[in-house]
Structures are given as C-alpha cells and as structure tokens.
C-alpha cells in the first residue's frame, strides 16, 4: 500500500525523476562544465586546465578568423533557409492534391531525410568532381560554370557546393511541414475568394501565407537552428577549404578543439554560439508572434 501511495498520480515528480535526471547528467552537467571550461584552458606541458580568466572571451572578440567562421555561417543560413522555404512551399502547393500517385510522391520525399548527412555530402563530393561529377557537368551545359572548372575547390563557388547538398537533403522537410499546414487550413475562405473572382496570387499573399504564418515561422526557427550548427557537409565535403572560404562556426570550434587541443576556447566558441541562437531565437519568436 505504501508503495502505491508513492507512485499514486498525485504525486507527479515520481513519475518525472528518471527524465530529470537524465536531462541533469546529459544536457545540465555539460552546459556548466562548458562554463567552467570556458575560463580554464589546456595546458599540453602540464596536462592539465590552467585557470585564464576572461582571456577566451577576449581572444574571440579579437579573432578575426572567428568572425569569418560567423560571417560564412550566417550567410550560409540565410541563403539555404530562403531557397528551403521558398522551394518547400512550392513543391508543397504542387503536390496538394489527393489525385493517383500524389501518396506515392508525399512517401518518396522522405527518402531524403532518412539519408545520414556524411553520406549526402560524400554523394554530392563525387557529383560535384570537376572531371566526372554529373552535377557539376549538368552546371557546365547550362553554362553556369566553365568547363573544367573545381566547384568545390573553388573559393568563389565551394560554398554553394556545399549549399547544394544541404538544400536537397532538407527541402523535403519544408514541403512535409508546409504541406500538414496546407491540409490543416479551412476550406471555407478559399470558396468565398473564389466566388468573388479572386485569383490564386490574392488568395495566396492575402489568405494563404496569412493563415500558415505560425506554422512557416515555427519551421525557419527549426530549420534556422539547424543550419546555424552545419558540420557534417563542410567536414566531408571541403573540409573548411579551399582555406577558409566554407569554414562555418561549427567547424572552426571543432579545429579549435581537437586539432589545436584549446578546449577552454573551443568551449567559448560553444558558448557563444548558444547566447546567439538564443537572442535571435527569442527575437524571431516574438516578431513573429508564435504562440506555443
């Protein structure tokens, strides 16, 4: 009878310390350790942390490689976002029907997703060789690249390059979201605009786009995050070259830390990549009024 009492349903922190602790050890532990690190850094002589203060913070301010990591990761983001969504919402509206073999289509984008990243950007590596890369000889005959010419090892195009692979592989993702929102919108709006002689552009800039507000800006807040963080491609892909012309923020952290062994300033860089996504998460958040 005790024992029933203790795990009775009036008595919820029972049944929620298992998922407390493990968010304690594996989400709370690290993000403080990383504070604490963030103040040390590794001695190789002594082989162990010497305490520095607030000289990580300082020598990231003045980093400018640091700064360039920032710069190709925002731009990064922001162009793979627009061409996303942009892309997601009209695959999504193409394919918004329930006619034969529209379900097969819906099932077939998923294969994408279901792809590990490393192997997506050992694909696109492959197709994007200058010699007999097949992406790279279709951007010839469009003359968008001159013959023979490296994308990937290129300063000028190696970033698209790795965009490329990034876009195809999470695009699918946008047009299933955009699509549940599609499905989700009432029907009723759209017959009136109808009846009244509205076109498909006033019903999709006046009512459309209106409508799934919440739902568009809760995916480029996920999406957003996602791309903020990008490794796997830069890592297999470019590898940060040619010099620093695809090193995101991500990869520069990771060089910091296992290749330079600093991991008090790897653990800054860290750090200051959360302060940002949390800023601009909330400020984008709060622009775009979602309620959760």
């Known amino acids: 009878m005790k024992l029933v ?19 304690a050890v594996f989400t709370l ?10 103040f040390h850094e590794f001695n190789s002589f002594r082989r162990t942390l010497v305490f520095v203060g607030f000289d990580n913070w300082k020598g990231m301010f003045e980093d400018a490689k640091m700064w360039r990591a920032f710069s190709v990761t925002l731009i990064y983001m922001t162009v793979c976002l627009s061409v996303q969504f942009v892309l997601g919402l009209g695959l999504a509206l193409l ?18 997703l279901v792809v590990p990243p490393a192997v997506v950007g050992m694909m696109f590596l492959l197709m994007e060789d200058s010699q007999f890369g097949v ?9 968008l690249i001159a013959a023979g010419a490296p994308l990937l090892t290129s300063s000028k195009t190696a970033l698209v390059g790795v965009m490329l692979a990034d876009i195809w592989q999470w695009t699918p993702f946008m047009v299933l979201i955009m699509l549940a ?20 552009r006033h019903m999709l800039f006046h009512l459309m786009l209106p409508m799934l507000r919440p739902i568009i800006a809760v995916a480029l807040l996920i999406r957003g995050i996602d791309l903020f963080r990008v490794f796997d491609y830069v890592f297999v892909m470019t590898s940060g070259g ?6 995101t923020l991500s990869f520069y952290t990771w060089k910091q830390s296992f290749s330079f062994v600093k991991w008090g300033y790897a653990a ?13 998460a909330h400020a984008f958040i709060r622009a775009a009024k979602v309620r959760w």
Do not use: C
């Open 5 to 23: 009492s203790v795990f009775s349903p009036e008595r919820p922190w029972v049944w929620l310390a298992p998922l407390v602790a493990v968010l």
């Open 95 to 112: 394919i918004n029907a329930d006619g034969r073999g529209y379900h097969l289509i819906r099932s077939l984008l998923l294969l994408p």
């Open 242 to 247: 040619p010099g620093i012309a695809t090193q």
């Open 268 to 280: 800054t860089l860290s750090l200051f990549s959360l302060v940002f996504l949390i800023v601009v």
């Open 135 to 143: 992406l790279s000889w279709m951007l010839q005959s469009l003359n």
């Open 181 to 200: 929102g599609l499905h989700a919108l009432p029907k009723e709006p759209f017959e009136a605009a109808l009846v009244d002689g509205a076109r498909f």
């Open 29 to 38: 532990f690290p993000f403080f350790y990383n504070i604490y690190l963030s």
